[in-house]
């Protein structure tokens, strides 16, 4: 039987979490599908662990570093499913997440992305439930607006997503220019012009392990200046995005100010239309550095006890 879904897998010195994550699609309840792994050139015991399975559905492949987007954007030309779900080497599928994918796509035939709701485990004691803004609890179908809807947790999540393979030949694959938010990129291009379906029912896990999920701890933070530049012109015609690239901008601008770089804050905090932003957000941007690296710190500390505070929230 050909595949339904081409899951494509990124895998770059995960040795010690890729093995959990390949179990979590073999528990899968739907099983056409066939697993691309891209070896992006690690360094430790990784290929090993994935030598270990024995499935005439997993195709490995081998390529020099380049990075993620190079390394989906290979999975996505040997993918031959109709449909590419994407799963990186240290998240989770709960058994449900391709079922409830392939039901959406038989649903709403004809949309730019399918993307299920997730959950966020931190340090791997606390879990939360991502929250999506403006939508019931039980919410399945079309997103009314794919921006204003992700302006708390995004709708979509690289490990929640899957997207039709013709879809790719239209707005293209992943940016490898970009260093940070290339799956952001990809993402917005997509729903500015195509509906996006969307299911509430929880179905995937996003594993965050270490302070470099947090703000400012990423080395290529700085890059998504590209991407916060690369929409402006989209900006003027559509309030949602404009106020979604603010809550980016925002983002960007606290981790510039922690780090200690003024002037590109200065530069984000002009950009932003303050109204666009919650009370929490505007205080912090008042905030001075040794003041939001307190925070920061305080943050982390508190997820380590199980409690999980945002400015998005």
């Known amino acids: 039987m050909s595949p339904l879904f081409s899951i494509v897998i990124p895998l770059y010195n995960k040795a010690n ?24 050139g690690s360094t430790d015991n990784s290929l090993l662990e994935v030598q270990k399975f024995e499935d005439k559905r997993i195709s490995i492949f081998t390529t020099e570093n380049k990075g993620v987007s190079h390394a989906r954007n290979f999975g996505i030309e040997k993918a031959k499913a109709p449909l590419i779900a994407f799963l990186d080497a240290d998240d989770l599928w709960y058994p449900h ?12 035939p004809n949309c730019g992305m399918y993307c299920k709701a997730y959950e966020k485990s931190y ?3 606390h879990i939360v439930a991502a929250k999506f803004n403006g939508l019931e609890s039980d919410f399945e179908g079309i997103v009314p607006d794919y921006f204003e809807n992700s302006l708390i947790d995004a709708i979509a999540w690289t490990s929640a997503t899957a997207i039709p393979k013709i879809v790719f030949k239209t707005y293209g694959v992943f940016d490898t220019n970009l260093k940070s938010g290339q799956d952001t990129d990809l ?12 299911s509430k029912n929880i179905s995937a896990i996003h594993v965050l392990t270490g302070q470099e999920h947090h703000l400012s701890q990423s080395k290529h933070r700085v890059d998504r200046l590209k991407l916060l530049n690369k929409f402006k012109e989209a ?5 949602s995005l404009k106020k979604y690239m603010d ?18 804050f200065k530069q984000l905090k002009a950009e932003i239309n303050l109204d666009n932003l919650n009370a ?3 205080l912090l941007l008042k905030l001075p550095k040794p003041l939001l690296n307190l925070l920061k710190k305080s ?11 945002s400015a998005f929230r």
Not at 235 to 239: F, G, I, R
Not at 247 to 256: G, P, T
Not at 299 to 309: A, K, R, S
């Open 235 to 239: 900006e003027k015609s559509s309030k």
């Open 17 to 40: 979490e890729i093995s959990q994550t390949l179990e979590s699609v073999f528990k899968q309840t739907l099983k056409e599908f066939e697993i691309i792994i891209v070896n992006d």
């Open 97 to 108: 997440h391709l079922e409830n994918l392939k039901q959406l796509y038989q649903t709403y």
């Open 247 to 264: 809550y980016n901008r925002f983002s960007m601008a606290i981790e510039r100010k922690c780090q200690g770089d003024s002037s590109t």
């Open 299 to 309: 943050q982390q500390q508190l997820i380590g006890y199980g409690l999980y505070f």
């Open 280 to 282: 929490k957000q505007r």
């Open 123 to 125: 340090l791997g004691r």
């Open 187 to 198: 993402w917005m291009r997509v729903a500015l012009n195509e509906p996006i379906a969307f």
